[in-house]
C-alpha cells in the first residue's frame, strides 16, 4: 500500500483561523526513527502575528523564522524547556499548534516512545503527539509538502468542530479569542470542549 500523498502548498496558504479548522480529520504521518506512526487531528489552534499570543507578535527572530517562511513547513519549538510543539506554518506570520491526534497507525511504537500503554494519552497534548511522533526540535522547517519524514496527508473530516479559547492564553493575549478548534465529541482531544461556540 503507498503512503498517503502530502497536502499541496496551496492548502497551506489561507489564514490561521481558516486553517486551523481546515486541519482537523487530516493524518499526521511520520517517517521518524526508523518507524511509520500516523494520527488523525482532532484539536489544533490558531496564532496570527497580530495575536499577542503568538510567537510572531514582535517580528522574526532566530527562533521563529520558520513562521515567516513559505506555507507548508512544520515551526517546532521547545515549551517550558521541555516539551516539543509542532505547528503547520500558513500566511507569512501565522501558524497553527497541533494539540491533539486520534492515533491510527504505529501505537506500540508510539507507547515505547511515551512509555505508557494508555492509548487515549498517546497524542492528548502537543508535546505528547511529538513524543509519540519522534519529532524533535531538529524537525523544524521540515517541508510538510514533500512526502519525506514527516507531513500531512488528506483524512476524514469532522461532522462537528466545537470553539474554544486556547489553552494557556492569559488574561490581556488573547484568553477570549475562540481560536481553539476541537472535533466534537472527540475521545481523543487533550481537554473537553467546555465553553464552546458550535459549528459544522
Same mark, same amino acid.
Given at each position: 500500500?503507498?503512503?498517503? =500523498?502530502?497536502?499541496?502548498?496551496? *492548502?497551506?496558504?489561507?489564514?490561521? @483561523?481558516? @486553517?486551523?479548522?481546515?486541519?482537523? &480529520? ?12 500516523? &494520527? ?9 502575528? #497580530? ?16 513562521? *515567516? ?18 505547528? /503547520?506554518?500558513?500566511?507569512? &506570520? ?25 492509548? =487515549? @494519552?498517546?497524542? /492528548? ?14 524537525? #523544524? ?14 483524512? !476524514? ?10 489553552? &494557556? ?8 479569542? @475562540?481560536? =481553539? ?8 482531544? !487533550?481537554?473537553? /470542549?467546555?465553553?464552546?461556540?458550535? /459549528?459544522?
Amino acid at each position: 500500500m503507498s503512503p498517503p =500523498r502530502p497536502l499541496p502548498r496551496g *492548502f497551506y496558504e489561507r489564514p490561521a @483561523l481558516v @486553517l486551523a479548522r481546515a486541519l482537523l &480529520g487530516k493524518v499526521v504521518v511520520s517517517d521518524l526513527g526508523g518507524a511509520r506512526t500516523m &494520527g488523525r487531528i482532532v484539536e489544533a489552534e490558531a496564532y496570527r502575528p #497580530d495575536d499577542p499570543a503568538s510567537h510572531s507578535f514582535r517580528g522574526p527572530t532566530p527562533g521563529n523564522l520558520t513562521m *515567516f517562511g513559505p506555507p507548508g513547513h512544520a515551526y517546532v519549538y521547545i515549551s517550558h524547556g521541555i516539551h516539543r510543539c509542532m505547528n /503547520a506554518v500558513g500566511r507569512s &506570520g501565522s501558524a497553527v499548534l497541533l494539540r491533539a491526534l486520534e492515533p491510527l497507525e504505529g501505537l506500540d511504537e508510539m507507547a515505547t516512545r511515551r512509555g505508557l500503554d494508555q492509548e =487515549r @494519552l498517546l497524542c /492528548a497534548g502537543p508535546g505528547r503527539l511529538c513524543q509519540a511522533l519522534g519529532v524533535t526540535r531538529g524537525e #523544524d522547517g521540515v517541508d510538510l509538502t514533500r512526502g519525506d519524514g514527516l507531513w500531512i496527508a488528506d483524512g !476524514s473530516p469532522p461532522i462537528r468542530v466545537a470553539r474554544t479559547p486556547r489553552i &494557556g492564553v492569559g488574561v490581556g493575549v488573547g484568553a477570549e479569542k @475562540l481560536w =481553539r478548534f476541537v472535533e466534537e465529541g472527540t475521545p481523543w482531544a !487533550s481537554r473537553p /470542549a467546555t465553553r464552546r461556540s458550535s /459549528a459544522g
